[in-house]
């Protein structure tokens, strides 16, 4: 079972997922939008190319259940409602599918964890502004 630590993780594992499945990611309208899209687009953004009935948040970060990716990866909630189940055209696409629901949910539910490099040596930068 894979497990997503940081995005790129996450970038790999969609792109073997669509690579496995065989289905033709460059005739969708939103294309191989994880590769596209860097970190900060991909969590907090919108599905790019898809504006019907939307714009469809592509996910709440420590929220899997309320993400548009897992609802319409596992065929329910409004997007899937809308445009059936993903990715088109038979899935679910299984066991890789649940899979990747699997491990994609818990990383949405982490929190979205994207350590650097950096991160994992230093102690953390992070500044917090004292009034
Ligand atoms: C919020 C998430 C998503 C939305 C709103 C969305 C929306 C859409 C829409 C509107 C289409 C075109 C449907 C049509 O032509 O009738 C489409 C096609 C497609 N999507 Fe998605 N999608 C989402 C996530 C995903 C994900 C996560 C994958 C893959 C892992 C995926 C793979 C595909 C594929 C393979 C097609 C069809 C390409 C073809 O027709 O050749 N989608 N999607």
Known sequence: MATFNNYADVQAGLTAFVNTAGVNITGAPHGEFW???D????TTGDIPGVTIGGPWPILVCGDSANSNIIQILKGIGAAAEKFRQMPRPRPPYDPEQSDLI???A???DAGCPN???EDADEN???DEENG
């Open 35 to 37: 590769a596209t899209l």
């Open 39 to 42: 970190y900060t687009e991909f």
């Open 102 to 104: 699997t491990a994609l």
């Open 106 to 108: 818990a990383w949405i």
């Open 115 to 117: 350590p650097t490099s």
């Open 124 to 126: 953390e930068g992070e």
